[in-house]
């Protein structure tokens, strides 16, 4: 799962943002589809470099993520790893693909939970909820010290 800390939510929320402002999206595209949106905004590289990176390799961002190796040396690999080191493992990515995991789609109401993994608006969704709910798991570990009760001179006769 990936990790609930302000750099990812916020991460995922400009993802969202920029996918909405952009007419590039384009789910068949490696640079330009729901992870690559995400890499380039983690990672700071064009969709040009992620999508040479990745055709280095074979498959989509799911097959390259099954096939992800730390050590390769491979380009796409240790474009991975940044996104892996930045706060998200591979079967969180691999579901931002498919827009598959089971955990953000419970969040939505059940008719709205048939994502179409190449539709702008439903990853935009997606990405929203996953951020949402990241955003209450970080909330729920706070932990505020123990309030004390002052008492007010003015009040007490």
């Not at 920029?18 to 789910?27: A, D, G, L």
């Not at 493992?89 to 953000?104: A, F, I, Q």
Request: charged share 25%; with cysteine.
């Amino acid at each position: 799962m990936a990790k609930h800390k302000p750099e990812v939510i916020q991460a995922l929320r400009n993802t969202a943002n920029t996918i909405e402002k952009s007419n590039e999206y384009q789910w068949g595209h490696m640079g330009a589809c729901n992870c690559g949106f995400l890499a380039q905004e983690i990672t700071s590289l064009t969709k040009s470099e992620i999508h040479s990176r990745a055709m280095e390799g074979h498959g989509d961002w799911s097959e390259q993520l099954n096939d992800y190796c730390p050590s390769s040396g491979f380009r796409m690999d240790n474009l991975i790893s940044q996104l892996i080191d930045f706060g998200f493992d591979t079967v969180d990515l691999t579901h931002l693909e498919k827009l598959s995991d089971p955990n953000v789609l419970r969040c939505l109401p059940l008719k709205a939970r048939d994502l179409k993994y190449n539709s702008k608006p439903d990853v935009l969704l997606y990405l929203r909820t996953m951020a949402d709910r990241l955003e209450g798991k970080l909330i729920e570990e706070i932990e505020l010290p123990e309030l004390v009760q002052r008492q007010d001179p003015l009040l007490t006769h």
